[in-house]
């Protein structure tokens, strides 16, 4: 690997390069990189701005506490807006670009907003604006809302599929870090029938980022093992990129 940022160790394949598109650039991965370690490891740290104010920001976080690397993915019908970089596994071909700024990411001209934020306080704009009373609809709420949001949509139609099923089981496991891959091997081995779900796509939560041993094993390789012997059992569903979101009556 010749990329400078990129620091030892991880999860990746580096004899399996991905060719991917950041704001028109075009930068290389590795399998296993996600969005966020790929744009760092190519030495990029802006990739956003912030809501109101438009000041600079980089990734801060992993998975899916991570509040300032909001992305958007794809083009045209299938664009994605919104999406947060490091739960994006990189792949082969992505398109990727930063949203709300006007202009460059890196000249955005709505900076300015800092350079004005004490008369920009919460609310401003309800006592601001408040004369003439024409302008509000024909020129300061069409400004205001111009501004707001963070990604677009792209008002075509979504050329993507969606499908939607049934799936019963005795135990659903929420989470596949430790303690859930270890209480969804327990009830496997039990003869339950067990769904395991997690919201990345590799399982194994912080074992993968940390140095912790379990069993005598590093935790990643634990982690790996474990998710093996789930995968071979029959009797186990295993769902990476899954986010659970509620528990209803009648289930």
Known sequence: MS???????????DKHALSFRWNGRNLTGYAGDTLASALLANGIRLVGRSFKYHRPRGIFSSGSE??????????GAAQEPNTRATMVELFDGL???SQNHRGALEWDLLAINDLISPLLSAGFYYKTFMWPKAFWEKLYEPVIRSAAGLGRLSELADPDIYDHGFLHCDLLVIGAGPAGLTAARAAARAGCRVV??????RMGGRLNAETHAVADMPGAEWAS????????MPNVRMMPRTTIYGAFDHG
């Open 225 to 232: 093992a474990t998710c093996a012997e789930l995968a071979s």
């Open 66 to 75: 991570e509040p300032n690397a909001l992305v958007q993915l794809r083009e």
């Open 3 to 13: 990329q400078p940022n990129r620091i030892a160790g991880g999860q990746i394949d």
């Open 196 to 201: 395991l779900a997690d919201e990345d796509f």
């Open 95 to 97: 398109v990727a670009t």
